[in-house]
């Protein structure tokens, strides 16, 4: 579980850089500030508004649109290369995201959050409207009830300025992939300002058979009814299609070597892209009635539409093994299709908060109210053996589009009442957060079969105290989480349709953060999960995954060298099963035993304007399988880049390259299940983008 010695030798001898272009002159600045992840943004989805992320006693990280955009970050899992404590968990090009946090993979019905409010993450969420993508670490129970613990994700979108600008973007990489946004923004009237993004991407990477097109429009005003009160109104539509990336896998009991990280075996002439098209918005109404009594009420909505599409190899028949591929290289292929999949969530949240003081004590408080309801829809889908397949790509079969199979029709209504205080008394401070949750949730199969229903409530408190030194902060606290699981109502199973009670996680969690010259943290947790088997008849919790942990951040900025280290050592570990003892000990598949990630940057002293860094990526083994038996081995990315910043007349402009796999690599990337399915996704090879940011 260490990192290997030359690594940390690496790391201390600062051996890559990052670029960040910045000239000295104050004349020549782009509207997209850089600034460092580590930079205050509002606590509010934690309960705690009017706090910063870093003033609260918890794990957080925080990414502005300068580091998003200077970083190559469009979408989610673009931030993997970044935050040592998120990693990949079933990242295909073409998908959505899915990304674990501390070892668990988010659930991306339950996890994501959008200006504090539910959304589905089923889909491709654009980045170029996104003002901070916050990545909350830990359990996230009381915040958002039903969820998977390890931490959530909370889009922020940018907002209306008074100053007028225009920024304009275009990326071209060696690939052929083609971006060019623009981001608007000024007062329109006196107590009317407005924010426009639009982006249009031609998407070619080096995957074969993967090329696409996606597009954003996005827009939001601000409006002062008065001096103390403010209506905030944003809306985005975007549109992505694109074919997904096929998966490699074991073949029979050996783990392949890369051979070709470019082919996809998606790549039958009836293939089609997955599509994706999202409605998204939301209307916030903020009041100020005193000093220190603040009312805030949203509305947001998201609507849904996809098509799901994929030559999707899936298990070898011919030598019984249905969790990979055959030992001659060969696979069972299907054909899946699955159109107007529907996906709709309205949330309408109201809270009010303020501060007061009893004594010597002061108290931050924040109470309110949330609802929400999500609704999916399908129809029937495509699920057909068409053939075998082979891993190098040559085998062509014949498409099947019958729709066959059943898809299931999900509704959720959830009802959450929230309150939070914090007690602060010269330098030591109570923080107290709860939830009641109320939830029901009915399925049932396209064909109107095996329908459940249930209802469940339930209490998620969290607490933590921390004491302020002089340039340091240290604090302890504990959580809980819930998770819904309800057993599927087919007779094979003991107890059909009904949901298990008390699958509860916990968490414990002490952590210390500070500094002035070199800002850093560190933080040492433990999180207990229930593990639910799916074992017919059998559908019930067999003891827990444990997930302990140690995270550690540093971040320095000099006069013109800065550099960040992110870093976590995770030890997971199978306990207290029954029906499966010979898993207990073992680790969790998928979650790299370390993590590591650096950036530095240098501007140059001999040329005005200019930067050169990089930035190293470094991912620890892995377990394949449950049992062990197969690792996946760690690996190692270099990225470099250098920037120059100029004024082209009175327009500041800055022109960037970006080498990203600087050595080309070959490698396993991870080694996620899903379906019950191994599989195997590699590194991108080497890849070159030039970027052009101008402001007029």
């Known amino acids: 579980m260490k990192i290997p010695v030359l690594l940390v030798s690496a790391i201390l001898g600062g051996l890559s850089f990052e670029a960040r272009g910045q000239e000295s002159s104050a004349a020549i600045q782009l509207q997209t500030v850089l600034v460092n992840e580590t930079a205050d943004t509002d606590a509010s989805v934690?309960?705690?508004?009017?706090?910063?992320?870093?003033?609260?006693?918890?794990?957080?990280?925080?990414y502005d649109e300068g580091e998003l955009q200077k970083n190559r970050i469009h979408r989610l899992s673009d931030l993997t290369t970044l935050d040592a404590s998120l990693t990949d968990s079933y990242n295909a090009t073409g998908y959505w995201d899915m990304v674990s946090i501390r070892g668990y993979t988010l659930d991306n019905r339950n996890n994501f959050r959008r200006e504090g409010l539910p959304i589905n993450a089923e889909t491709s969420i654009p980045l170029d409207n996104k003002a901070n993508v916050q990545v909350l670490k830990g359990l996230s129970g009381v915040q958002a009830g039903i969820s998977a613990p390890g931490g959530m994700i909370n889009y922020l979108v940018k907002r209306p300025t008074e100053k007028r600008f225009i920024n304009l973007r275009s990326d071209v990489s060696d690939s052929g992939d083609f971006l060019v946004s623009a981001d608007a923004g000024g007062a329109s009237a006196e107590n009317l300002s407005y924010r426009v993004n639009v982006a249009q991407e031609y998407l070619s990477p080096h995957l074969d058979n993967a090329k696409g097109s996606r597009t954003l429009l996005a827009g939001a005003v601000s409006y002062r009814l008065?001096?103390?009160?403010?209506?905030?109104?944003?809306l985005e539509w975007s549109q992505r299609s694109q074919p997904s990336q096929a998966g490699m896998s074991l073949l029979g009991a050996s783990l392949p070597a890369v051979s070709d990280p470019n082919i996809n075996l998606n790549n039958q002439s009836w293939s089609q892209p997955v599509e994706f098209t999202a409605l998204t918005g939301t209307l916030r109404y903020s009041q100020t009635f005193a000093e220190n009594l603040n009312w805030v009420t949203s509305l947001g909505g998201q609507s849904l539409l996809s098509g799901d599409h994929l030559a999707y190899p899936f298990g070898c028949t011919k030598e019984g093994n249905f969790d990979r591929y055959c030992s001659d290289g060969t696979f069972d292929f299907y054909d899946f299709r699955s159109d107007d999949e529907k996906r709709d969530t309205l949330a309408l949240r109201t809270s009010l908060d303020g501060k007061l003081q009893a004594g010597a004590l002061v108290h931050s408080w924040n109470l309110g109210i949330m609802g929400w309801k999500s609704k999916e829809r399908y129809q029937k889908q495509a699920y057909n053996f068409v053939g075998e397949g082979k891993v190098?790509?040559?085998?062509?079969?014949?498409?099947?589009?019958?729709?066959?199979?059943?898809?299931?029709?999900?509704?959720s209504d959830n009802l959450q009442i929230f309150v939070s205080d914090s007690i602060q008394r010269d330098k030591w401070t109570g923080w107290l957060g709860g939830s009641w949750n109320g939830i029901e949730r009915s399925t049932v199969r396209t064909d109107g079969s095996r329908p459940t229903n249930y209802y469940q409530s339930f209490v998620l408190p969290w607490a933590a105290l921390s004491y302020q030194f002089e340039q340091l902060m240290a604090y302890a606290s504990y959580a809980e989480g819930m998770e819904s699981f309800v057993t599927p109502n087919r007779n094979t199973y003991t107890r059909p349709g009904e949901f298990l009670a008390d699958v509860k996680s916990h968490q414990y969690e002490i952590g210390l953060r500070g500094g002035r010259d070199i800002r850093w943290g560190s933080v040492l947790f433990e999180i207990h999960r229930p593990v639910v088997i799916d074992q017919a008849p059998l559908y019930q919790v067999d003891g827990s995954d444990v997930h302990r942990g140690i995270e550690v951040d540093l971040l320095q900025d000099l006069q013109r060298w800065s550099w960040n280290f992110s870093s976590l050592l995770l030890e997971t570990k199978r306990e207290g099963s029954a029906v499966n003892p010979v898993l207990n000990g073992k680790k969790?598949?998928?979650?790299p035993e370390a993590t590591a990630r650096l950036r530095v940057q240098y501007h140059l002293v001999s040329v005005t304007g200019m930067s050169i860094g990089g930035r190293m990526v470094y991912e620890g083994p892995r377990a394949v399988l449950p049992d062990n038996s197969i690792m996946l081995p760690g690996w190692v990315r270099w990225d470099a880049g250098v920037s120059l910043q100029k004024n082209w007349g009175s327009i500041p402009v800055k022109a960037e390259v970006l080498v990203e796999n600087l050595l080309d690599r070959k490698y396993w990337r991870e080694s996620p299940t899903q379906y019950g399915h191994v599989y195997?996704?590699?590194g991108a090879e080497r890849l070159f983008t030039l970027s052009f940011l101008a402001e007029i």
């Open 46 to 62: 934690l309960g705690f508004p009017g706090f910063s992320l870093q003033e609260i006693p918890l794990s957080a990280s925080s």
């Open 226 to 234: 008065f001096n103390a009160s403010l209506l905030d109104l944003e």
């Open 680 to 682: 195997l996704y590699p």
């Open 392 to 411: 190098d790509g040559s085998a062509v079969v014949p498409a099947d589009p019958s729709l066959t199979d059943e898809s299931t029709n999900r509704d």
């Open 588 to 591: 969790a598949v998928n979650v």
